[in-house]
Every structure is written in structure tokens, then in C-alpha cells.
């Protein structure tokens, strides 16, 4: 197996071609690279690619064939490339350290996203307009690390996957560069790839059961990669057990909410060792507290405020059933449910825990229009409701409305309540809990 030159070897031969000149605004030298038999420029790129400036292999590739003229040229052995280099060894970035109550304002980056400069484009855009946070995939629902990661090979034995986040140190060093808070969003217990392939973890179709030993240090040892990776915040999601109607957890005398409080303690250990923020992504039918609700999720409320420091409530309009609380379509009432929601929380928790929700910035079942006021409505109701900061959920990482809805805020975020749109600012305001012909709407 072919391996990089030492860097100290190769800056002594760049000091001997002394070469110095801008990559992307940074500040590069060359270190030469004599063409060996069997080198191909993906094979000399990602030799080298951690001391670029460039974000993914991909890129490189181009910035060497740029700077040394190669256009359709291919290699032959024994030639010599310029490598455009801006550091002498891989970046190691480190977490800056927040208090819990950080005024976060947000965006949701899928790891897609991630995985390109795009995400840097969202970044700088939701700077410009006042924001200060990113939330991205470090592992999604279907089980695997989203990066590149050693933890799958440790603990499930596999040699490779796929990933798309080719260097998660530049994704965190990079953002901190343009003064993000970043969060890393670790999806928990639903987990496609290890309820098909591990019949041991399996706790129901896409669930793992959060109760196996080795399911919990899967999720610990990359909750603790993460943390060495220097990102802010760990954030978890499907925190919970499946809606799946029953309440045993295999362990006599756990309910389902002992699991997960005695879970999140160790989480909590690993992230306070470290001063970074431990967050927790939950459905808003949970503050409701209806007691069949708690025991068969595990959520609960009252218990996880001792665990984390912030939670965060899912209460997009969108996802509340036709009906609820007398409104025909709660998806035309951006201001009204997340108002009323973040109150519910408030009223349980007091000040505990942070109260930082997810909004809808995407147009799933709105009839009234969805633009930059639908948005903006949704941060007023978080803020007159005595929520600390936001966050912003699409799917696709489409965020222009959002963008426009952030433009036209107070430099303080938060303001006296304004009119807000809708009928339901006229109905009762009696908010039952969430559910249809007396079952969860939710997976």
C-alpha cells in the first residue's frame, strides 16, 4: 500500500522549491510529487487532500490539474506535480465551549448537504441574515456514522461503508471559521442498517432496542468520536422507543423511561467532560404528558429536563392532526401551535432545561402560502412564548423563505407580539392532545 510522504519530509523538498501562491484565498505551498507506477489523481489527492484547503477529494483533483497545467494530460511515471498544500498536518479542531443557554438561530443540513461546499453556502447565508447555528447528520436513520468514521469497523466489523462527509475535521474547523455553533445530530434507536443485520439489537422493524449493552456503546463510541472531532453540541433524535402500542423493555422492573433517563446520564457524563451542550430532539405530542404516551415512547418530560440541557420540541403546524384544537388545517396556524407548545413545555420544565424549538420552513400542507412571513410567524409565537433561540427544519435544505423571514427581524430576535394570520388566533384554546381516533400519529 502506497502511503503519503511524511510531512516533514515533504516540507523540507517545498522549502527547496520555495513556490507560494493562493488557493481559494488561502495561502498554499507546493510540495512536489514524483508520479510512481500505479498513481492515478485520486490516488495522489487523497494522499494529500487533509493538508488542502480544498473540502472534499473531488475538489482537490481539479485544483491539481488547475495548478499544474495537466488540463486532458494524464500522468506518466517519473513526472513531477506541484500539491497544493496549506498545512503541515490534518486539522484538529476544538469545541467552542457555550453556555446552555446560547440564543441558538439555526439550520437543519442534511449529509448531502454536508458532504459538499454547499453546506458552507447555506452557512454564510444564514450568517448574513443574523443566524449563528448548524445542525448536521453525523448519523441518520439508516444506522451508519455519516462521516468517515472507525466506530463501524470496531463495533460492527465492517471494513467499509459509505459515507458522505469525506473530513469532518474541516466540516467543524471550517464552520467555526465562519462562526457557527455547530451541532452534530446523532439519530438514536431508529437504525435501518443494524435492526436488519444484527437479529441481537433488533427491537422492532427499523428499531434497535435501547435497552442492549451493545446497542448503547455503538451510540456512545460515536458520541465520543464526535466530541473529539470538535463540535459544539451533540444533539439526539429518536431518543425514544417505537409507537409501536406497548410498554415492556425486557428489563423486569424498567419501565421504558428508566431506560432512556439512564441512558442519557451517560451521555451526559461523556458531554459535560467535555463542556459541550447535550441536546434532545422531541415530538411535540410529548408535552401533553398523556401518561399512555410516556410509558409507551419512554419520553418523558419531566424526567429528561435533569438530563439535558436543551430539548427540542418538534411542534411544526404541519404535523398536528386535521382538527386538533378545533382548527380545520393546523398547517395554516404557524404562530398558535408553536406558541402554545413551547408554553405547554415551559410550564412543565421552567427553566430546568432550554426550550430551543424546530420550525416548519417547508410548505407540507399549507394552504395559505407559505413564505417568508409563515417563518417569521413561527419564530415570534417561540420568542412571546419564552423560548431560547430556534431552529429550522427542511428536508432538503431549501431555506430561501426562511431567509427572507430572517431579513426583515429585530436585531434582538425576539419582539412584542404582532397580529399574527389565521382564524384559530379566535379559537379555543383548549389544546387536547394530538392524537387520532385515540392512537399516536406517529411512527
Known amino acids: 500500500m502506497r502511503t503519503r510522504p511524511t510531512v516533514t519530509a515533504a516540507f523540507i523538498l517545498a522549502t527547496l522549491v520555495t513556490v507560494v ?185 427499523e428499531w434497535v432496542n435501547p435497552a442492549n449493552p451493545a446497542v448503547q456503546e455503538y451510540n456512545l463510541a460515536i458520541v465520543r468520536e464526535l466530541l473529539d472531532s470538535g463540535v459544539d453540541e451533540i444533539q439526539v433524535d429518536y431518543f425514544r422507543y417505537p409507537a409501536d402500542g406497548k410498554t415492556q423493555t425486557g428489563l423486569e422492573g424498567k419501565s421504558r423511561s428508566d431506560v432512556l433517563c439512564d441512558f442519557a446520564r451517560r451521555l451526559r457524563g461523556l458531554t459535560q467532560a467535555k463542556g459541550v451542550v447535550l441536546s434532545l430532539d422531541m415530538f411535540g405530542i410529548v408535552i401533553w404528558q398523556k401518561k399512555e404516551d410516556i410509558l409507551i415512547l419512554g419520553q418523558d418530560v419531566v424526567r429528561f429536563k435533569d438530563h439535558f440541557d436543551v430539548i427540542s420540541p418538534m411542534l411544526y403546524p404541519s404535523h398536528f392532526v386535521k382538527n386538533f384544537s378545533g382548527v380545520a388545517n393546523p398547517a395554516d396556524e404557524p404562530y398558535l401551535f408553536v406558541n402554545r407548545g413551547v408554553k405547554r413545555m415551559k410550564a412543565l420544565v421552567g427553566d430546568a432545561v432550554v426550550i430551543r424549538p424546530w420550525l416548519q420552513s417547508f410548505p407540507l400542507r399549507v394552504k395559505i402560502g407559505y413564505n417568508a412571513a409563515y417563518v417569521r410567524n413561527q419564530i415570534h409565537a417561540t420568542c412571546d412564548a419564552g423560548g431560547t433561540g430556534w431552529l429550522l427544519w427542511s428536508p432538503k435544505n431549501r431555506y430561501e423563505e426562511a431567509f427572507r423571514a430572517m431579513e426583515g427581524l429585530d436585531s434582538k430576535v425576539c419582539r412584542p407580539a404582532v397580529q399574527r394570520v389565521g382564524p384559530a388566533r379566535r379559537a379555543k384554546e383548549n389544546l387536547g392532545s394530538p392524537r387520532k381516533n385515540g392512537r399516536l400519529t406517529l411512527n
Not at 493562493?22 to 490516488?43: C, F, K, M, N, W
Not at 487523497?46 to 480544498?54: I, M
Not at 470496531?154 to 455553533?181: F, N, P, R
Open 21 to 205: 501562491f493562493s488557493v481559494q484565498g488561502v495561502q498554499a505551498h507546493e510540495i512536489p510529487h514524483t508520479v510512481r507506477p500505479g498513481d492515478t489523481l485520486a490516488s495522489i489527492a487523497a494522499s494529500y487532500v487533509e493538508l488542502a484547503d480544498a473540502y472534499t477529494k473531488k475538489e482537490f483533483i481539479e485544483e491539481i490539474k488547475r495548478v499544474n497545467n495537466l488540463g486532458d494530460r494524464g500522468l506518466s511515471v517519473g513526472m513531477t506535480l506541484a500539491i497544493p498544500v496549506v498545512r503541515s498536518e490534518p486539522l484538529r479542531p476544538s469545541s467552542v465551549k457555550k453556555p446552555r443557554d446560547f440564543v441558538a438561530k439555526g439550520a437543519y443540513i442534511n449529509q448531502f448537504t454536508a458532504g459538499t461546499r454547499q453546506v458552507f453556502t447555506v452557512a454564510r447565508r444564514l450568517k448574513a441574515c443574523g443566524g449563528n447555528t448548524i445542525v448536521f447528520d453525523a448519523k441518520e436513520v439508516e444506522g451508519l456514522p455519516t462521516y468517515r468514521s472507525a466506530v463501524p469497523r470496531e463495533h460492527l466489523g465492517l471494513s467499509s461503508y459509505a459515507y458522505t462527509i469525506e473530513d469532518i475535521h474541516k466540516l467543524v474547523e471550517y464552520l467555526h471559521a465562519m462562526g457557527m455553533h455547530v451541532v452534530a445530530r446523532v439519530c438514536m434507536f431508529r437504525d435501518f442498517y443494524n435492526s436488519t443485520n444484527r437479529a441481537a439489537w433488533r427491537f422492532a422493524d
